[in-house]
């Protein structure tokens, strides 16, 4: 299903190339979440974007962990305080874990976060597509969420990401409205180096 998606950001402080594709600079994490519910084939709809994402021997190390009706409030729980104030709003949370090794010969996957990135960042082009949105979240309990889960030592629990609808930034506390605006980013010359 397509979400109507009426919000205005302002996205000047993005100074893109003109030849880069919009929807990646279009593509921002609002705090501002309007609640409505998402069908189990929205759901599918978004994760299978993320089964695509390159991996190391195509290992696919990514898990996600998503919360339903009933376990939203717990999921919200394991995230901090200050991403509760928000995240309450979102429509699924969801925890990003990683197989920390290889299913073939057992060796550490040193790249497992890195493709749970490719994965999540999927994910999130997949919900822009739909007229939804992400934010990921470092600020999550990571112990209490590795217990909650039953998590085994070869697994970790590396982010949380809210999902939903964006609403109108006077839906935040006003500290957090006055940031809720697309960020800039680092210049080209900062990051590449020939
Ligand atoms: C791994 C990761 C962890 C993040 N953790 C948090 C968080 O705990 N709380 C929060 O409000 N935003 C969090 N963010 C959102 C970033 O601050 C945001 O992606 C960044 O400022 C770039 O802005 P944009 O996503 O709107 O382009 C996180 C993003 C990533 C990718």
């Known amino acids: 299903m397509t979400f109507e998606d009426n919000i205005s950001a302002d996205f000047s402080a993005r100074d893109a190339d003109a030849g880069v594709d919009p929807r990646l600079v279009t593509r921002w994490s609002p ?21 695509w994402a390159p991996s190391c021997q195509n290992a696919q ?48 996957n040193g790249f497992a976060e890195f493709d749970a990135g490719a994965a999540w960042m999927a994910l999130a082009m997949q919900a822009r597509h739909m007229g939804l949105y992400t934010h990921a979240m470092g600020g999550i309990k990571a112990a209490e969420i590795t217990q909650a889960l039953a998590l085994d030592d070869d697994h970790k629990v590396v982010c949380g990401i809210a999902i939903g609808m964006a609403a109108d930034a006077s839906a935040l506390p006003a500290e957090l409205a006055a940031r809720e605006k697309p960020t800039p980013r680092k210049a080209l010359a900062d990051i590449v180096f020939r």
């Open 31 to 51: 705090r501002a979440f309007k609640k409505v519910s998402l069908s189990d084939s929205d759901l599918v709809t978004l994760f299978d974007a993320a089964r």
């Open 61 to 108: 190390p990514w898990r996600f962990y998503v919360s339903t009706e009933d376990s939203f409030d717990q999921y919200l729980s394991l995230l901090v305080e200050g991403n509760q104030v928000w995240a309450k709003n979102a429509s699924v949370l969801c925890f990003v874990v990683v197989k920390k090794t290889f299913e073939h010969n057992g060796k550490a």
